[in-house]
């Protein structure tokens, strides 16, 4: 078995989260250690945002993480790159 991935998920209708990967059964996915990406800058796209990162982490809005998210209707689901995956991890947790 290898070592857990890191993804970027897009749902139909509760935003895009990035987090560890869990479970996933057709359209329903578990991520842990899991965060919003809220709105995201610095990168064109979630491919680019999943491939490289963000150039501009002070301008990202990502909540905090949580333990554990059950998302429905995921119609999308990018691994990330170890550099990626830093750059979203190393974004200031956003608070309003």
């Known amino acids: 078995m ?3 991935r890191y993804v970027i ?3 139909y209708s509760a935003g895009v989260f990035a987090g560890t990967l869990e ?3 057709g359209q329903e996915v578990v991520l842990t250690n899991a965060r919003r990406l809220w709105y995201w800058y610095g990168a064109a796209s979630l491919s680019q945002l999943a491939m490289e990162g963000t150039s501009e982490p002070f301008k990202c809005k990502f909540p905090c993480a949580v ?3 059950e ?3 995921a119609i999308e689901i ?3 790159t170890p550099d990626a995956r830093r750059s979203i991890e ?3 947790v ?3």
């Open 67 to 69: 333990s554990r998210v």
């Open 94 to 96: 956003w608070r309003a």
């Open 71 to 73: 998302l429905l209707q």
């Open 9 to 11: 998920v897009r749902t």
């Open 23 to 25: 479970h996933r059964t």
């Open 2 to 4: 290898g070592e857990p």
């Open 90 to 92: 190393a974004v200031p």
């Open 78 to 80: 990018l691994d990330t």
